[in-house]
C-alpha cells in the first residue's frame, strides 16, 4: 500500500527565515512526488514535481530514496507563502497507478 | 481557459436523502478524478475515470456511492442514503491523460453538510 506522511500539522516560521516541510513516503516501486498548495479561498494547485527537479516560486524539493523522503524547502519564506501544503504520491503500476495518494498537509503560517 | 466547475458550491441535505454532485472537467482532459477531504483528513481517492470508464472503484467508501461519466466529459458523484459521515468537501480533477495523474488540475469543490 501506499502511503505519505507529513509529520507537521501546522508550521509557523518568521518571514525570512528558512523553510522546511517535511514528506515521508511508503511504496515499493518506483513513485512520483508532487506539492500541491492551497492558498486561501483557492483551489488546489500543483506547485512542484520531482521528476523537474525545478524550482516554484523558491521552493524546491528533492526525492530522497533512501529515506523515503520528498521534503519540500524555501531559503526564506515570505509572507504569502502561507497556506495549506500537500505531498501526495503516484504509483507507477498497478490499480494504483492513477490515483494520487495525499498526506493530510501542513499549514504554513509566516510571521511578519 | 476554463478550468475545472463543480456544481453546487454548497450543499446542505438531510440525513437519508440522496445528492448528486456534479463536475464538468476542462475541456480535452480524458481522465477525471473524485476526492474527499474531510475535517482535519488528507485528500482520500474515491475514483477515477479514463473516458466514460472507471476501472477501480475500490476508494468509494461505501455502496451508497456511486459515480458516472457520459461522453468522456461531465461526471455526477451520488450519495443514497446520506450520512453525517459523509459532511465533507468533494473535489473534483482532471488531467490530460492518464498517463500524468500527477498533473491534476482541481475545482473548486462541493462543501457537502448533511444535518
Known amino acids: 500500500a501506499q502511503r505519505v506522511t507529513q509529520p507537521e500539522k501546522l508550521l509557523s516560521v518568521f518571514k525570512g527565515a528558512p523553510v522546511e516541510l517535511k514528506c515521508n513516503y511508503s511504496?515499493?516501486?518506483?513513485?512520483?512526488l508532487f506539492w500541491y498548495v492551497q492558498y486561501s479561498r483557492q483551489r488546489l494547485q500543483l506547485l512542484l514535481r520531482?521528476?523537474s527537479r525545478e524550482s516554484i516560486k523558491g521552493f524546491t524539493a528533492d526525492l530522497n530514496k533512501g529515506e523515503t523522503s520528498f521534503h519540500l524547502k524555501k531559503p526564506f519564506a515570505q509572507e504569502e507563502d502561507s497556506a495549506m501544503y500537500y505531498c501526495a504520491l503516484s504509483g507507477n503500476s498497478g490499480a494504483g497507478s492513477y490515483q494520487l495518494t495525499f498526506g493530510k498537509g501542513t499549514k504554513l503560517s509566516v510571521i511578519p | 481557459g476554463a478550468g475545472v466547475s463543480q456544481s453546487p458550491s454548497n450543499k446542505v441535505t438531510e440525513k437519508g436523502k440522496d445528492v448528486e454532485l456534479r463536475c464538468d472537467p476542462i475541456?480535452?482532459?480524458?481522465?477525471l478524478y473524485w476526492y474527499r477531504q474531510s475535517l482535519g483528513q488528507g485528500l482520500e481517492f474515491l475514483i477515477y475515470?479514463?473516458?466514460?470508464?472507471?476501472?477501480?472503484k475500490s476508494g468509494l467508501p461505501s455502496d451508497r456511492f456511486s459515480a458516472e461519466r457520459t461522453g468522456g466529459s461531465v461526471s455526477t458523484l451520488t450519495i443514497q442514503r446520506t450520512q453525517q459521515e459523509d459532511s465533507a468537501v468533494y473535489l473534483c480533477?482532471?488531467?490530460?491523460?492518464?498517463?500524468?495523474?500527477?498533473?491534476?488540475?482541481f475545482g473548486p469543490g462541493t462543501r457537502l453538510t448533511v444535518t
Open positions: 520531482h521528476i
Open positions: 475515470f479514463q473516458g466514460n470508464s472507471a476501472p477501480d
Open positions: 511504496y515499493s516501486g518506483s513513485p512520483e
Open positions: 480533477a482532471s488531467s490530460l491523460a492518464l498517463a500524468s495523474p500527477g498533473e491534476q488540475y
Open positions: 475541456s480535452g482532459h480524458t481522465a
